[in-house]
């Protein structure tokens, strides 16, 4: 039963393989080509690529079973981001598109920062390609974690081991495929394959908390107040002033996702994007539900059966093996593999697209030809890679932490940086430096304390995109008082 599984998620990869070839036959020529499509994507292609190269294997994985342990009070991290997806549709994608064509033609977001500062342009280029390559290295490690363990649960004793034992080659299989679309067709094919995979994501996200609750083999749809949990199914129950701050600030961090916000580059005009809106937070809104129905109608199903679950964070992939037809199940389990590798992909192409433009071009080899730049970024896409592998190599890794740090990390870092660049007239280049070095900064010192898990004298923790956030900004706006007045762009 298993291989037929295995059958469909073959079929998957090799979908998701044949975009990237073709893709590679449309559009690789040029840098503006491999980096953005040639600002040319249709608005349902730009708004279910930023949504599935945003919902990672959190959405599938990390949400549903912080929901499984603790109930409907972790959907306030929902709303936060629902709510903070639907700001950065309407205050940075329209400014973002149109200013990054204007200012340049920037294709990465430290190029726009360059251009947009030119007195600091170098220092501007250097730390953001550093900041995206480190905590890219950290988030694109998450989505390998999740990768290795969907084959870990899932094909347990019947992969061959290879030395490596069945996390491992699941982290190996899940990066070498989306290393091999992404090189090969770089943002078009990233573009296209997040399109599909957001859109089997949705399906799966729909269909499987339905048959959970009221299919044939479900019948959890009346129980989910028998759940053994206090207050399961209240938003309230247990809720400190200090997590609910945390939670619903998580939309904080969509302001500063490069791999989210170069979508908005690349849409062929800006009069399209409210169309891309409406698609993408319509989009958004059926996967967040979805995914809260697994994490509650999942425990409900397991307590009404009398399952274990060791880890909570695989409730999808148990349920997935469990509830469906194998070829079904294969399905399912390529709408998780879908929602890792979209995000991991768009990661990649955005770390290596720094590390090319903003590093290599900028230090080695100025004038550097096309073909010449378009390879280089296909080697810095496996390099990341590489780095991410290293950091997944633990299988007691947890997706939603690993998740939560990279998010708060450039969050903090670009997120007011973006927001006043885009809409400020007071701001300068030294405040911008400012706000980078220090966002990053303290969102990295929050984690090494502890203190986004407890702060001192107190029971609970603050999730570090706030300091970090609040810090930036602070940053930005005193460094730009006590400087000068230079440097201003119409919003």
């Not at 629902?82 to 549709?89: V, Y």
């Not at 399905?331 to 879908?338: D, G, N, S, T, Y």
Request: charge should be neutral; hydrophobic fraction near 55%.
């Amino acid at each position: 039963m298993a291989t037929l599984t295995l059958v469909s998620l073959s079929l998957y990869f090799v979908l998701m393989l044949a975009i990237g070839v073709w893709a590679w036959k449309r559009s690789n020529d040029t840098s503006e080509g491999y980096l953005l499509a040639g600002r040319n994507l249709h608005p349902a292609v730009a708004a279910l690529s930023a949504g599935a190269s945003d919902m990672s294997g959190w959405l599938l994985l990390g949400l549903p079973g912080a929901l499984y342990v603790s109930g409907l009070v972790e959907a306030w991290i929902g709303i936060g981001l629902f709510a903070g997806a639907l700001a950065n549709w309407i205050l940075v994608a329209p400014r973002l598109r149109r200013q990054t064509e204007e200012l340049g033609n920037a294709l990465t977001i430290p190029e726009f920062l360059a251009n947009r500062f030119p007195d600091h342009a170098t220092a501007l280029r250097l730390i953001s390609a550093l900041i995206v390559v480190l905590f890219f290295s950290v988030y694109t490690a998450s989505g390998l974690v999740a990768g290795g363990k969907l084959f870990e649960t899932s094909f347990a004793g019947l992969l061959p081991q290879a030395g490596l034992g069945d996390y491992m080659l699941g982290i190996w299989i899940t990066a070498l495929v989306v290393l091999a679309y992404t090189m090969i067709g770089g943002f078009l094919a990233v573009s296209l394959t997040d399109f599909v995979q957001g859109l089997i994501m949705a399906t799966a996200l729909i269909v499987m908390p339905l048959v959970i609750m009221f299919g044939p083999g479900g019948s959890a749809g009346g129980s989910l107040t028998q759940v053994p949990v206090p207050g399961f199914l209240s938003l309230t129950e247990g809720l400190t002033a200090l997590g609910f701050i945390s939670a619903v600030t998580w939309g904080l961090g969509y302001f500063g996702q490069p791999h989210i916000i170069v979508r908005f580059m690349a849409i062929d005009r800006v009069e399209r994007i409210p169309l891309a809106r409406s698609i993408g937070m319509g989009w958004m809104a059926v996967v967040l539900l979805g995914s809260l129905g697994i994490g509650l109608a999942g425990r409900a199903y397991v307590e009404r059966n009398g399952l274990v679950i060791d880890d909570p964070e695989t409730i999808f992939i148990v349920l997935a093996n469990l509830l469906f037809h194998p070829l079904v199940t294969g399905f399912l389990l390529a709408a998780l593999l879908a929602a890792i590798m979209s995000t991991i992909s768009s990661q990649l192409l955005v770390a290596s697209s720094s590390l090319t433009e903003d590093f290599y071009k900028l230090f080695f080899r100025k004038d550097a030809g096309e073909r010449e730049s378009v390879n280089v970024g296909r080697v810095c896409v496996a390099l990341v890679a590489l780095v991410a592998i290293w950091i997944a190599r633990d299988p007691d890794s947890e997706v939603l932490g690993l998740v939560a740090n990279a998010w708060a990390g450039f969050g903090a870092a670009f997120g007011p940086l973006i927001i006043l660049s885009l809409t400020s007239r007071r701001m300068t280049g030294a405040g911008a430096v400012a706000g980078l070095v220090t966002g990053a900064a303290v969102v990295a010192g929050w984690i090494a304390l502890g203190w986004n898990s407890k702060l001192p004298g107190m029971d609970g923790g603050l999730y570090e995109i706030v300091p970090g956030f609040i810090a930036s900004w602070l940053a930005i706006e005193l460094v730009s008082q006590m400087t000068s007045r230079r440097g201003s762009v119409t919003a």
